[in-house]
């Protein structure tokens, strides 16, 4: 669980980043993982929770039904929280974060999130 207090110590310091304003001199890269440095930890807990799911339906799942599990709970968790910021946030940049403007970070976040569930799945395939 070290790898999920890395990911949770990076949330936070990228959150605590955006909201100092330092990341406005940060390069457009930088800039833009610290913009989505939240999503890693939502994708690695949901493929915690559908690797948990998947192992109380079968003792021996295979990985793809883990894999399918991990992708279906790493969506749901992405965009809940994503409708969920829309409506605790009042900027312009979340309120319609399905919309065509603002669907490159929306993209950009829902990538993080998947690189996150990908970290737990090698992870998990490495023991």
């Known amino acids: 669980?070290?790898?999920?207090t890395a990911l949770a110590g990076a949330a936070i310091l990228s959150k605590a980043a955006e909201v100092a304003g330092i990341d406005h001199?940060?390069?457009?890269l930088a800039r833009m993982?610290?913009?989505s440095g939240a999503?890693?930890?939502?994708g690695y807990m949901g493929a915690?929770?559908?690797n948990t799911a998947a192992n109380a339906v079968s003792r021996n799942p295979f990985g793809a039904v883990k894999a399918k599990f991990a992708l279906a709970a790493?969506?749901?968790?992405?965009?809940?929280v994503e409708g969920a910021q829309s409506l605790l946030v009042a900027s312009p940049q979340y309120i319609d974060f399905?919309?065509?403007?603002?669907?490159p970070e929306t993209a950009k976040d829902?990538?993080?999130?998947?690189?996150?569930?990908?970290?737990?799945m090698f992870q998990q395939k490495r023991r």
């Open 48 to 50: 915690w929770a559908a």
């Open 39 to 42: 999503h890693p930890i939502i």
């Open 25 to 28: 001199d940060m390069p457009t």
């Open 33 to 35: 993982a610290v913009d």
């Open 110 to 120: 829902y990538a993080f999130a998947l690189a996150g569930m990908g970290l737990y």
């Open 98 to 103: 399905m919309s065509q403007r603002n669907f």
């Open 1 to 4: 669980m070290y790898t999920a």
């Open 74 to 80: 790493v969506t749901a968790a992405n965009f809940a």
